[in-house]
Every structure is written in structure tokens, then in C-alpha cells.
């Protein structure tokens, strides 16, 4: 489903390595996601949605997989979420300025989904995940 296509920039937060790549999504649909520990997925990605629209998808079992097997405790779990959060949003402004620079973009960094993803991860709250 995801062909990378050029490597714009990694980061190693914790014990994750996270790769942001501009991807082929189907059938030629270009996209701007981002790896985690080289996985055929990304943990997310973003994709025009109409003509000028562009949204953002969480993969949740990925992000359930973070989650579960963190070892750190919760003031280094607020930490990396930080450092996670400044690296996302410095792809998001390079995958608006790359790809999508006429688009309506749906940041994540702007969603509520990053307030609830935040908490999730800092609290170790695997049950809400799942339920989603």
C-alpha cells in the first residue's frame, strides 16, 4: 500500500526510531507519512482528500504498540512525548511545504486527536485505545 518514495528526515525518541518519508499510496497518490523502527506501515500519514484537502490517519494499533511497551516512567514518557511532538510538527510544515503547499491542511498537531493521543501515551492508557 505504501511505496517510499524520498526520506525527508528521522529522529530517534526513546527506543523508537521515527523515518518521515514522502510515499506512494495506491495508485499513485502521493502522501507524506511517517515510519516507525522501518515498518511496512506508517504509524501515520497524509493524504489529499478531495482537491484542495488534506487529512492526516493514526494507525491505533501501532500507537497501541508505543504505548504498550514503554518502559519509562511517566515524567520521561512527557518528555519524549515532547520531543515526539516537536519532530511531528516540523514534517507536517515540510509536508505542507513539499507536497501540499495549495492544500487545506489537517494537522494533527492542531487536533484534539493530539491531546488524546498525549494522554494516552503519558498515562499508559491502553484500555481507551483499544475501545477505539
Known sequence: MFTKLIA?????I?????????????????GF????NNLPSPLLYFKKE?????????????FLWIVKN???S????????????????AMEQRAKAYLFKNAQVQYISNSRD??????????????QIEAV
Open 33 to 36: 507519512a511517517l515510519f516507525m
Open 50 to 62: 478531495g482537491k484542495d484537502h488534506v487529512n492526516f490517519k493514526i494507525d491505533n494499533e501501532l
Open 8 to 12: 525527508i528526515d528521522d529522529q530517534k
Open 74 to 89: 511517566r515524567d520521561e514518557r512527557k518528555q519524549l512525548y515532547a520531543d515526539f511532538e516537536f519532530f511531528l510538527r
Open 70 to 72: 514503554s518502559k519509562f
Open 114 to 127: 493530539i491531546i488524546r493521543y498525549k494522554n494516552y501515551y503519558i498515562t499508559s492508557s491502553v484500555e
Open 14 to 30: 526513546g527506543t523508537v526510531h521515527f523515518y518521515a518519508f514522502v510515499v506512494k499510496i495506491d495508485h499513485d497518490e502521493v
